[in-house]
């Protein structure tokens, strides 16, 4: 197995990301520059945090049309493996229509960077199936442009599929529509989430719940081929 | 070829909460600006555009506007042009 971290002019978790799937849980890792476009020898793509291209325009805005978003279209498209982005990799994925909805300013105008509790809205995706269903997990968020906002025919479909993998607990910390944080695609091949697993992976850090999400889709990619991954 | 200026407002959909424009209201009526309502904080980028024609120039900017200028999911635009 071997997974992929994306480096955008502005990335700033690429490492921690990079540290928790290589040092952490053993997986080969690569560091990938925004300009490859050769993504097909990765079972795992990560867009991870950060500030691409300064955020100009909007957050993501730019990046999605960076070389290696547009190789990720046909790897999804033939179902090669897992994408998965984190705050601004979530971003991204809006931006570049890979995910549905859009993330616009938090309702507060701040940039929030605290530690939050999120429900587990359903465990049974490759991203979520090591929590309990209604579990409270701790993970920590920082963003500014967090608020999730779909319109209601996507909010239908995403709860129809059970697309809406977590929701913020207790307070709403940006806005979101139904307090959304993290969400898949139809196929449940592509997953977003606005919070920080990389930053709760060791005990140091808190609960450890964000190594779970790690853990949890490097066992879906185990246990399956990625073809079979259409089934989620 | 003809140049032209283009103007490019991306404004928040009419049915998107805008905080930004929320808070701005707040400090108008602060500071003494009777009867406003409904603010809207958006952007505005503007660049020249070589182009054969006006139509033309308009077509090119209403698709980038569409596909990069603006998100369609929260955001709506308008497009002035000026001969130059």
């Not at chain 1, 300009?35 to 020898?41: E, I, L, W």
């Not at chain 1, 898949?184 to 606005?194: R, Y």
């Amino acid at each position: 197995m071997r997974a992929a971290v994306v480096v955008f002019p502005g990335s700033n978790c690429d490492h921690d990301t990079y540290y928790v799937l290589n040092d952490l849980l053993g997986i080969e890792t690569d560091l990938v520059w925004y300009r490859q476009t050769d993504v097909d020898r990765y079972d795992l793509i990560v867009l991870p945090g950060g500030f691409a291209y300064g955020d100009y325009l909007r957050a993501g805005a730019i990046a999605r049309f960076a070389p290696v978003v547009q190789a990720l279209g046909e790897y999804i498209a033939k179902q090669r493996g897992i994408v998965l982005g984190i705050c601004n990799g979530f971003q991204i994925l809006t931006e570049a229509g890979l995910l549905p909805g859009a993330l616009t300013k938090n309702i507060s105008q701040r940039f929030i960077c605290k530690t939050v509790q999120l429900r587990v809205e359903n465990n049974a995706t490759p991203l979520t199936h090591l929590f309990e269903y209604g579990q409270i997990i701790n993970l920590p968020i920082a963003h500014g442009e967090g608020r999730y906002i779909a319109p209601a025919e996507t909010l239908e479909r995403l709860k129809r599929n059970r697309q809406i993998l977590l929701t913020y607990h207790g307070e709403n910390p940006n806005g979101s529509v139904d307090a959304i944080a993290a969400i898949m695609d139809e196929t449940g091949t592509v997953f977003g989430m606005m919070p920080h697993p990389e930053r709760n992976s060791e005990r140091l850090f808190g609960s450890g719940d964000g190594l779970k999400i790690f853990q949890a889709l490097i066992r879906e990619l185990a246990s399956s081929e990625p073809s079979n991954l259409r089934t989620f | 070829m003809k140049e032209f200026l283009v103007r490019v407002l991306v404004e928040p959909k009419p049915d998107l909460l805008d905080p930004q424009g929320q808070a701005v209201e707040r400090a108008m009526i602060e500071l003494g600006l009777r009867n406003v309502s409904q603010t809207r904080v958006g952007k505005l980028i503007t660049f020249k555009l070589k182009a054969l024609s006006a139509q033309a120039a308009r077509e090119r900017v209403a698709e980038i506007a569409q596909k990069f200028l603006a998100n369609p999911v929260i955001e709506r635009y308008s497009i002035e042009l000026e001969e130059l």
